[in-house]
Each structure stands twice: as C-alpha cells, then as structure tokens.
C-alpha cells in the first residue's frame, strides 16, 4: 500500500481573478509563493520518499518549495496537470458567459472524466512505483477532486455534485492506493 499526500499549487494571480487556468501557465503570485513556503515548513519532519509534480509553472514552483526543504527532486509529469479548459483559459465566468450565453460548462477543451481519467492513471503509475512509499504529488484542483471521485467510486461530474467544494490552494489530501484502488484518509 502506498501512502499519496496529494496538494494543489500555490495562488496565482488568475486564481485570485477567478480566471480559467487549466493548461495556461501562470507563475504563483507572492501569496501563492508564501503559501508555498508555508506547506513546506508544514511538511517539516514529515517521511516523504518521492516528490511528482504537474509539468505546468504555478505546480512546479510549489513543489520546488517543498523539494528545497526537504531534499527531494521533484519528477515533472505532464499527466498531472489540471483540466484543458480550451478557449476558456483566462477568461472569468462573466466573460465567458459573455463570448458564449448559455454555453454548458465544458463544451470547449477536455471533459472533466477525460482529465480524471488522464489523472487517475497517473496517479496509480506513480503509487506503483514506489509500493509501500509515501509520495508526495502537487497538482491542481481538478485532478484532487478526480481522485477523491476514485476513492468514492464515482465518475468525476457525480462527485463534482455530492462534493463541489473545490482544494484550497496549498491544500494537503491524503490517500492510500493498493492494487490501484484508493481510499480517502481525509
């Protein structure tokens, strides 16, 4: 059994905007960088045997907080990356809605269940590599909530429902895979 620690990046400025990122690559802002600093002062002490990280700056910049302090090397994977929201990136809800009245929510870019699918794969690759580990992988919102729908059995858009509360910046939620199944320890 592996033990993931999954946390979302730090803020950015897109994020305190309420702008679409998906695959855009904004840096953290200096909140996003202090938050930044903060988990890993919060991880401190704790046993973290690999460090993986979405490809994309505002993760890779969160997690090279965390590997400076606690000696790790971060392992980039594209796969972790967040939702392609396609021509919606940087855009608000109110400009979006603007552009396209009444567009459904992704009619542009990957489906939700295309991303967790993408994610979750990922996920269980990283938690058999390092079987009987404790990983530590940075991501995005999307992608935690893809494996909390795994670990509750539920397609990405139902769980979406049952749990809309989105991953707080720099947010830490762990999970057990064993024979590529998960379990939500929060």
């Given at each position: 059994?592996?033990?993931?620690?999954?946390v979302?990046?730090?803020?950015?400025?897109?994020?305190?905007?309420r702008?679409?990122?998906?695959?855009?690559?904004?840096?953290?802002?200096?909140?996003?960088?202090?938050?930044?600093?903060?988990?890993?002062?919060?991880?401190?002490?704790?046993?973290?045997?690999?460090?993986?990280?979405?490809?994309?700056c505002?993760?890779?910049?969160?997690?090279d907080?965390?590997?400076?302090?606690?000696?790790?090397?971060?392992?980039?994977?594209?796969?972790?990356?967040?939702?392609d929201?396609?021509?919606?990136s940087?855009?608000?809800?109110?400009?979006?809605?603007a552009?396209?009245?009444?567009?459904?929510?992704?009619?542009?870019?990957?489906?939700?269940?295309?991303?967790?699918?993408r994610?979750?794969?990922?996920?269980r690759?990283i938690?058999?590599?390092?079987p009987?580990?404790?990983?530590?992988?940075?991501?995005?919102?999307?992608?935690?909530?893809?494996?909390?729908?795994?670990?509750?059995?539920?397609?990405?858009?139902?769980?979406?429902?049952?749990?809309?509360?989105?991953?707080?910046?720099?947010?830490?939620?762990?999970?057990?895979?064993?024979?590529?199944?998960?379990l939500?320890?929060?």
């Amino acid at each position: 059994m592996t033990e993931l620690l999954l946390v979302r990046h730090g803020e950015t400025d897109w994020n305190a905007e309420r702008r679409w990122q998906g695959h855009a690559d904004p840096p953290l802002n200096e909140r996003g960088r202090a938050q930044a600093r903060e988990l890993a002062e919060r991880l401190t002490g704790e046993r973290i045997d690999a460090l993986y990280t979405s490809d994309l700056c505002r993760a890779r910049q969160t997690a090279d907080e965390v590997a400076a302090r606690l000696g790790l090397d971060p392992v980039p994977v594209a796969d972790l990356r967040e939702v392609d929201v396609g021509e919606w990136s940087g855009l608000t809800h109110a400009e979006i809605e603007a552009r396209w009245p009444g567009a459904e929510r992704w009619q542009v870019g990957e489906t939700p269940d295309a991303m967790a699918e993408r994610v979750v794969a990922a996920v269980r690759r990283i938690a058999d590599a390092h079987p009987g580990g404790r990983v530590l992988i940075v991501s995005h919102g999307g992608p935690i909530r893809a494996v909390r729908a795994a670990a509750a059995r539920l397609r990405y858009e139902e769980h979406r429902k049952a749990d809309p509360a989105a991953a707080k910046n720099c947010s830490v939620h762990g999970f057990t895979c064993k024979s590529g199944e998960f379990l939500s320890l929060d």
